[in-house]
């Protein structure tokens, strides 16, 4: 293995990758589905006595993410384990490339495709409260607590597309190693208890045993503390989101994004395809 | 057509009709069975901190859910026409809302103004109605709306206007709070119970509601009001007519006619004011959009104990 890393190689590797997402019909069906669902947030909203931005916003948001979740783990579990499977990863392995630029090629090349699936949807949520604005009466709107297309929408947005790319590295990771099912429950697991960390933290409140609550202490500053991109409701509420946490938080993402994909890149070093 | 491949026009056809059949029995079964009929509502999570934990990152859109089952509870119990009206998940769906959306403001105003509604329109609970509005304070402890809103369930629902001018006094005295406040604590401290300050009150609401619907149920209320001050002033009018005719019984035409009215007295929904022509009663048309209109009689202005 190579320890030089090409950025040229793994740009070209990640528009690969990008290119096999765009062309995947599944991801196709995800994305159309996630505007169909924003849309029908319109009709349901005629259920919340005057509720309707609240409610689009907040499914608009929920869906991006949810969706952003499906892609990030069952399309980012495959993207290691799927060239193992159809033995193709022999010819990748073949080239003049690095097993670190393929790892980094497949993750920068799914966060791409995440991004522009994020942007979309985004693009379509703010379309649809635009429209939902522009159909509202002057006194109607200016009870809302927020703007309908409120700016800070993409700061929510951003920081889902920071949490995604840390699901897709721990995806890539568990697939670097275990069989794709394995991957996806490892993953699902991992991503369920990322939202545990303020529980995990005080743990001691829950158990009496101090050493069960320093494990459980520990576990909250190794595993991904995914609660903190989770900024909808601060949005949706038009409460302050300050600049710093955005800040700091993307930066926790940035360098956890970059264990991931090491120890990614570690485990793949030591594969035997043989 | 391949070998192998099974046509698909043939396919389609019979798959639509076996699906038709299929509806058709079930229609048949439902009618005969009552099988469509849904079951008793059901709270399967009864903790918002365990909902909370199992909604993860979609605590927001579970809080929409409940908010939602919440108004289809109150609507769908409201409407019912038979059977005993029971708001029983009224508010544990709306603790639920608000536990997993502690800011959702709408849920508490809302719900408050729900819960304190008096049987047989609400579940008459202004102890519950408090108890939320309490909990959005402790979410949001600069929240005026919330004082102002448990200042209106002791005025309105509990008559204690005591502690309703209170809570109005406390909610001025927060930063942003609105001007009425102030006035409408004094006023419910001078003058509780009266009309006039009930105006007040609905008028406060209708510039704090920071929905529409609070706004328009503020105004019908305020409608509601306007329709009481005009049957109070046409009361004398007819009495005066009938004492001229000999308590002959009289109609809106013959005052009319006699000049005392202009013209047929409406509402201010536009419906025309129900007269008794033997005694001269006056009261709302059996179908205005403003009934029941409500009781000022002096047992309701007593002092509701709570629970």
Known sequence: MSPAISASTVSRIAANVFKESVRDKVLYSIVLFAVILIAASLLLGQLTAGQEVKIIKDLGLAAISLFGHFIAI?????????????????????????????????????????????????V?????????????????????????????????????????????A?????????????AAGFTVGLVIAGHFGADLKNFE??????????????????????????????????????????AMTTGYGALYVTALLMLSVLFFSRRDFK | MTPGRLPAVPFLFAAGVIMAVAIVLQVKRDRAYGTDVPATQVLYVQSPEVARRMALSFDMVAADVYWIRALQHFGGTRRATSGEKNYELLYPLL?????????????????????????????????????????????????????????????????????????????SRLPGAAWFLKPLAAVTLAEGGERSTSRLLFQSLAESGDSDWVRKDAARRLRQLDAMDAM????????????????????????VRAGALRD????????IFALEPSTGEVQLAPKSTLRPLPDESPSRRRPVPRP
Do not use: C
């Not at chain 1, 459980?216 to 949005?235: C, E, I, M, T």
């Not at chain 2, 047929?264 to 419906?271: C, E, N, S």
């Open chain 1, 205 to 246: 409140q829950v158990v009496d045993s101090v050493p069960v609550a320093w494990i459980a202490r520990g576990l909250y500053y190794v595993l991904p503390n995914l609660s903190a991109f989770d900024v909808k409701s601060q949005v949706v509420h038009a409460q302050p989101v300050e600049a710093l946490y955005v």
């Open chain 2, 264 to 271: 047929v007295p409406t509402d201010p929904d536009g419906f």
């Open chain 2, 95 to 171: 603790d639920m809302a608000t536990g997993l959306d502690p800011y959702f403001n709408i849920a508490y105003r809302f719900g408050a103004i729900f819960l304190s509604q008096s049987k047989p329109d609400g579940p008459g609970r202004p102890d519950l109605a408090e108890k939320l509005l309490l909990k959005g304070l402790k979410a949001s402890p600069t929240k005026w709306e919330y004082m102002h809103d448990i200042g209106f369930v002791h005025y309105w629902a509990r008559h204690d206007y005591k502690t309703a001018a209170e809570w109005f006094e406390r909610g």
């Open chain 2, 232 to 255: 109070d002033s046409l009361r004398p009018l007819v009495a005066q007519h009938r004492a001229r005719v000999g308590g002959a019984p009289v109609t809106w035409p013959d005052l």
């Open chain 1, 124 to 168: 379509a949520l703010v379309i649809v409260l635009a429209v939902y604005e522009a159909m509202t009466p002057e006194a109607v709107r200016t009870a809302w607590e927020a703007p309908a297309t409120d700016p800070r929408i993409a700061v929510a947005a951003f920081l889902i597309l920071v949490e995604l790319a840390i699901v897709t």
């Open chain 1, 170 to 182: 721990v995806a890539i990771l568990f697939s670097t190693f275990t069989s794709p099912v394995l």
């Open chain 1, 74 to 122: 069952f399309i980012g579990i495959g993207l290691v384990s799927k060239e193992v499977e159809r033995r193709s990863i022999y010819a990748l392995l073949a080239k003049p490339m690095s097993r670190t630029e393929l790892v980094l090629g497949k993750f920068l090349g799914l966060v791409s495709t995440l991004a522009v699936n994020v942007v979309v949807m985004t």
